[in-house]
């Protein structure tokens, strides 16, 4: 099945994905696959932040893992819904998922 996400890049422009549930795809990957900007330096290991984004909508998430909150806190762009894109599994439960890319740290 897909899940229909929607990524705001960092020009505020919305792209409208969808997204299979069954191929063990993170966001950072699905975004990278739509060839938007997102490094994904680290391969997804939450040891970049290239994959920082923001999420606009009130989905329930998986809690971050101590690797992913270490990696946040080291981020000068953190807001309250700062998640790394790379840890984030495409699932059924984001179905209408809203997210924006966060800025690139320089
Ligand atoms: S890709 Fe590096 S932290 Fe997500």
Known sequence: MNVR???IDREGAAHQLEAPTDMALNLM????AAEL???GTCGGMALCASCHCYVNSDHQLPEQSDD??????????????S???????ITPALEGLSITLAPEEL
């Open 5 to 7: 996400i929607e990524v």
């Open 29 to 32: 990957e699905l975004c990278k």
């Open 37 to 39: 900007p997102v490094e």
């Open 68 to 81: 992913e909150l270490a990696m946040l806190s080291e981020i000068f762009t953190l807001k309250h819904n």
């Open 83 to 89: 998640r790394l894109g790379c840890q984030l599994a």
